[in-house]
């Protein structure tokens, strides 16, 4: 990993990239696996409950268990569905999400794809994902899945616009859209020089807007269990229902990972004293505290109407992105260039 692949591609290369690659889906599955129980446990401590706790030791094979019985279940399509749309759906939405993961740098030497435009890939394909949740909301036949759909169209367009929008404070401050130099660029000893402070107003669009592209509490509409069943993913079942969950829960790790890299300092110490501990440990600290916030907030806050959501996108985050912008801008050529 890193930059090792510095002339053509060979034979050997392609297998080594190849079981780098298996090594890596085999982490992130792992990833899900105990996300999930994490979650599961974090939201029941919260509630005053246990959680799992029946299978394995402390619950830790519940997780197993389910993705298991999920695999064996029969697979059903509707009769009246678009069968080749209703099959694609959960592929298409799954393929972005693990492939965002190749630009997110975990130390200075550990990655993947050193890319220029690291961050616009991540937005370019992220966005795909949407067309999926759609496609299987139409494709399914059904009214409540065609509602959900229409309502994860509607959201997750909505707060694609603030949630770029707020990264470019981070894009003006580091002169880059490589991930490796903007966290190169937070590197001033301490945590106050990282992103999260002088782009605090960034920072938090950013949070809001990826809860909702996340389709997560207070913003899952789309699923919304009390009112569309479950959304857009009500005909899915066994191994197509789990690739949703699945996408959801890698994106989960996807977003945690870019929130600790553009604004978290990625794997920088938050003191000059505490350079000794490893880069990895500092990204891992960091990444799990982004992960325990999003569950937090999903034991926390209640879903909010169709309408709150809109409203909050359009006509709070988008001009607090802006205003961001426009501020950050201003105090690089008051400030820096003056």
Same mark, same amino acid.
């Given at each position: 990993?890193?930059?090792?692949? !510095? ?5 050997? &290369? +392609? ?18 696996? *105990? /996300?999930?129980?994490?979650?599961? @446990? ?23 268990? %389910? ?14 569905? %678009? ?19 190749? $630009? ?11 890319? !220029? ?5 991540? $937005?370019?394909? =992220?966005?795909? #994902?949407?067309? +999926? ?8 036949? !059904? @009214?409540? /899945? ?6 994860? /169209?509607?959201?997750?367009? #909505? *707060? ?6 707020? $990264? ?5 401050? #580091?002169? =880059?859209?490589?991930?490796? &130099?903007?966290? /190169?660029?937070? %590197?001033?000893?301490?945590?106050? &020089? ?16 990826? $809860? =909702? ?18 959304? *857009?993913?009500?005909?899915? #079942? ?47 600290? @960091? ?19 169709? %309408? ?31």
């Amino acid at each position: 990993m890193g930059a090792w692949l !510095n002339g053509p591609l060979t034979w050997g &290369d +392609a297998i080594v990239v190849f079981l780098w690659v298996v090594v890596f889906l085999v982490i992130v599955l792992g990833f899900v696996t *105990y /996300a999930i129980y994490f979650e599961r @446990k974090v939201i029941g401590w919260m509630q005053f409950r246990q959680g799992p706790n029946r299978v394995g030791p402390l619950g830790l094979l519940q997780t197993v268990a %389910d993705i298991f019985k999920l695999l064996i279940k029969e697979d059903t399509i509707p009769r009246k569905a %678009d069968r080749l749309l209703f099959v694609l759906a959960p592929v298409l939405a799954y393929v972005p999400a693990f492939s965002v993961l190749a $630009v997110i740098p975990y130390t200075q030497k550990l990655y993947f794809a050193d890319l !220029n435009v690291g961050l616009l890939y991540y $937005v370019a394909l =992220s966005g795909i #994902s949407t067309l +999926a949740i759609v496609l299987g909301g139409w494709a399914s036949n !059904n @009214k409540y /899945a065609l509602l959900g759909g229409m309502r994860s /169209a509607a959201q997750m367009i #909505s *707060y694609e616009v603030p949630l770029v929008i707020s $990264v470019v404070g981070v894009i003006l401050l #580091s002169g =880059s859209l490589n991930l490796r &130099d903007i966290v /190169a660029a937070q %590197d001033g000893g301490w945590f106050w &020089d990282w992103n999260f402070l002088p782009q605090i107003i960034g920072f938090a669009v950013f949070i809001i807007a990826a $809860v =909702s592209e996340l389709n997560r509490t207070p913003f899952d509409l789309p699923e919304a269990e009390s009112e569309l069943v479950a959304g *857009y993913h009500v005909e899915y #079942s066994g191994f197509r229902f789990a690739f949703f969950m699945l996408t959801e829960y890698v994106y989960v790790y996807a977003i945690a990972a870019l929130t600790t890299v553009l604004f978290l300092g990625g794997w920088q110490a938050p003191a000059p004293f505490l350079d000794f501990v490893p880069g990895i440990v500092w990204f891992l600290l @960091k990444f799990a505290f982004i992960v325990f916030f999003l569950f937090w907030i999903r034991a926390t806050f209640p879903r909010i109407r169709v %309408d709150q959501l809109m409203g909050l996108g359009w006509k709070v985050l988008l001009p607090l992105s802006l205003v961001n912008v426009f501020a950050t801008a201003l105090c690089l050529e008051l400030f820096v260039k003056g």
